[in-house]
């Protein structure tokens, strides 16, 4: 159902989706609106942001599309949002909205932001922050991962007028891939200048080794099984989990690749080695820049280097791309990014409420929380800690296990002779 709103700002108006049959109705306009905007990246598009609210919307929440158009009814801005409702001892306090994307455990998006057309930011963004102020269904904002440089959040807080609060939440590393190959090599430091070339040769010398670029339908499926399979086996060589044991990820995911590999804003590189594939890493294309998003590798060639290999292979891929203009390793903190890439774009949280009850139980809620874990961390002895966070670990793995088995008696109870069934499913699951 979608539910007008008229702006008395701007001679614009808005319209607030709370239903998923919106992404459809906006149809291209979504997409088009992206690439007439400051704000044009991959994880704003339209499908990525449909199929995160099928695969990853979190229980009891709703869709909250925010749209503005001008008086030709041309599609000015959007506002990727859902609303959802805190609770503390079952009691509901706190309705906020937040951006697509966010607000679950698994990070899926970065560089989020409200879209507006180029030119338009501020009315656009007067727009939203007018029809919001009309309402009283929500009661917080929670903004997460806007870049630093976004206009539309300056404009948009300062329109609103309700106490805010932001800060730095994160940091992307990135390599600028306009440059040369050697330029940048040159860059680096000694260490990392050999080890831009000395592992990918090493291995090609000892191995039989084919680097490739995926090209078709066909072999794209076999890559992301491929990738699906090598990042759980390398995690579970080390006890984690991985992030494919949830089937929700592996459909979110390969539903995400399908669609972006005909539009041209997919990359997955394949290593074959003596004639399989041993490493594989994934990326999506936008307005120049690949982010990097997972990547797996077989951990019984760990001596060989094989994960910092196949990234030194991608990167200068990437050089050799003319549609790649920046490599994003993403955020996160991890310190190998910072050995590759100098240069780092931030990115914000931004925090504004209106004062209420609801926003006090709140606040409340958080201080609660976070006095509990300071007097556990502070009272509970470090071996008991560690001892709780390993049979976590173990009722986990067990779990998968568990499974693993009653897949591989069902397979082969029902159908004996189908071994390839059995390695589909494997992978298709990964050990959920």
């Not at 594939?277 to 060639?301: M, R, T």
């Amino acid at each position: 159902m979608a539910q007008e709103q008229r702006s008395s700002a701007q001679p614009m108006k808005t319209e607030v989706f709370n239903e998923i049959e919106a992404f459809e109705q906006l149809g291209q306009e979504w997409d088009s609106l992206l690439d007439e905007s400051d704000q044009q990246n991959f994880f704003l598009r339209a499908e990525w942001n449909r199929l995160w609210w099928i695969h990853h919307a979190p229980p009891g929440t709703r869709l909250y599309l925010i749209t503005c158009r001008n008086q030709n009814g041309e599609l000015m801005g959007i506002a990727p949002l859902y609303w959802r409702q805190h609770c503390f001892l079952g009691i509901p306090h706190s309705r906020e909205l937040l951006f697509l994307g966010m607000g679950i455990a698994l990070k899926t998006s970065e560089f989020t932001d409200l879209i507006a057309r180029r030119g338009d930011e501020q009315a656009v963004a007067t727009a939203f922050a007018s029809c919001l102020h009309q309402r009283k269904d929500w009661d917080r904002i929670w903004l997460w991962q806007v870049p630093r440089e976004s206009s539309m959040l300056r404009h948009f807080t300062n329109t609103l007028g309700e106490p805010t609060k932001i800060e730095t939440c994160d940091r992307a590393p990135y390599i600028d891939t306009s440059a040369t190959w050697p330029a940048y090599k040159a860059s680096l430091g000694r260490s990392m200048r050999r080890n831009t070339e000395y592992y990918s040769r090493r291995l090609f010398k000892h191995y039989n080794c084919e680097f490739n670029d995926v090209s078709n339908a066909q072999e794209l499926e076999s890559a992301m099984h491929a990738l699906i399979r090598l990042h759980q086996a390398r995690w579970q060589s080390q006890g984690e989990q991985g992030v494919f044991n949830n089937s929700s990820v592996v459909d979110f995911l390969s539903a995400s690749v399908r669609h972006s590999f005909p539009h041209g804003r997919l990359r997955l590189w394949t290593l074959k080695i003596n004639g399989t594939i041993e490493a594989a890493l994934l990326g999506f294309l936008d307005n120049g820049v690949l982010h990097y998003f997972q990547k797996g590798f077989n951990p019984a060639y760990a001596s060989e280097d094989l994960g910092t290999a196949m990234l030194a292979l991608c990167i200068r891929a990437s050089f050799d791309d003319p549609a790649i203009k920046a490599f994003d390793f993403m955020g996160g903190g991890a310190t190998y990014k910072e050995m590759w890439a100098h240069s780092s774009r931030e990115t914000l949280a931004c925090q504004t409420h209106k004062l209420n009850a609801r926003t006090v139980a709140f606040q409340l809620h958080k201080c609660i929380k976070s006095c509990t874990a300071c007097i556990y961390r502070t009272i509970a002895p470090t071996k008991l800690r560690l001892v709780r966070a390993q049979w976590l670990r173990r009722k986990k793995l067990r779990k998968n296990d568990l499974q693993l088995s009653a897949l591989v008696i069902f397979t082969w109870a029902f159908e004996p002779t189908q071994q390839a069934t059995f390695e589909f499913l494997q992978t298709a699951i990964t050990y959920a």
